[in-house]
């Protein structure tokens, strides 16, 4: 079956600009999760959806980050104002819900902010 | 706040070797353990999921274990090939808490 879909899988942008990056979870998943993988970082928590639930909005770096989850599939991570320091590879999960289990990752769309 | 080590940073061997590769944690109160492994330019493909109750999982030449009151795990991969070169994360809780991963080179 499907996967997890990103994209774009490239985004170049210039600085000040704002993004939008799309997530398409696995059908009936409905646990959805952001990761941001940085040089010098390693890989970080974004932000966590399950299902109807107010998001967890721990990991977001900044109040330039925000992310949403329409009905309950796609998700779209939007970043305002773009920096340098946004430069990295946004990675997309989604899993069966529950916290014990398995996650599936997408390919990532990486992000580079001139 | 979790804290997880991975060690070694990386790891070269000869094609046939067994190796072991070391993950840490710092808080035991996780609810499962994943190991990953990420191609230059990929994504993550999942290994192996642990639950926290559980003691080792395994998925053909690999086997992992889980001792959590003392926060490790480790990830055995039996007569390495060189398409098991990648980098290696272990992963800890559902809000991931990712360690800096082995880089593996397995030489033919």
């Known amino acids: 079956g499907a996967g997890v879909s990103q994209s774009p899988s490239n985004k170049v942008t210039e600085k000040g600009k704002d993004v939008e990056l799309r997530c398409d979870p696995i059908s009936g998943h409905t646990a959805l999760y952001w990761y941001r993988q940085s040089l010098g970082q390693g890989l970080e928590f974004l932000i966590y959806?399950?299902?109807?639930?107010?998001?967890?909005k721990s990991g977001l770096p900044s109040d330039r980050f925000s992310a949403e989850r329409t009905g309950g599939s796609v998700s779209t991570l939007t970043i305002q104002r773009t920096q340098q320091e946004d430069s990295a590879v946004y990675l997309c999960?989604?899993?069966?819900?529950?916290?014990?289990?398995?996650?599936?990752f997408g390919p990532g769309t990486r992000l580079t902010v001139l | 706040k979790q804290e997880v080590t991975q060690i070694p940073a990386a790891l070269s061997v000869p094609e046939g070797e067994n190796l072991v590769l070391n993950c840490s944690f710092t808080d035991s109160a996780i609810y499962n353990l994943q190991w990953f492994r990420q191609d230059p330019g990929k994504g993550l493909t999942s290994l192996l999921l642990i639950q926290s109750s559980q003691r080792e999982q395994t998925s053909g030449r690999l086997n992992a274990s889980l001792d959590k009151s003392s926060g490790r795990s480790t990830l055995y991969i039996a007569a390495s090939q060189p398409g098991d070169s990648a980098t290696y994360l272990c992963a800890v809780r559902n809000k991931l808490v990712f360690g800096a991963g082995t880089i593996l080179r397995v030489k033919s």
């Open positions: 959806f399950q299902g109807n639930s107010a998001p967890d």
């Open positions: 999960a989604s899993s069966l819900g529950g916290r014990s289990n398995e996650q599936f």
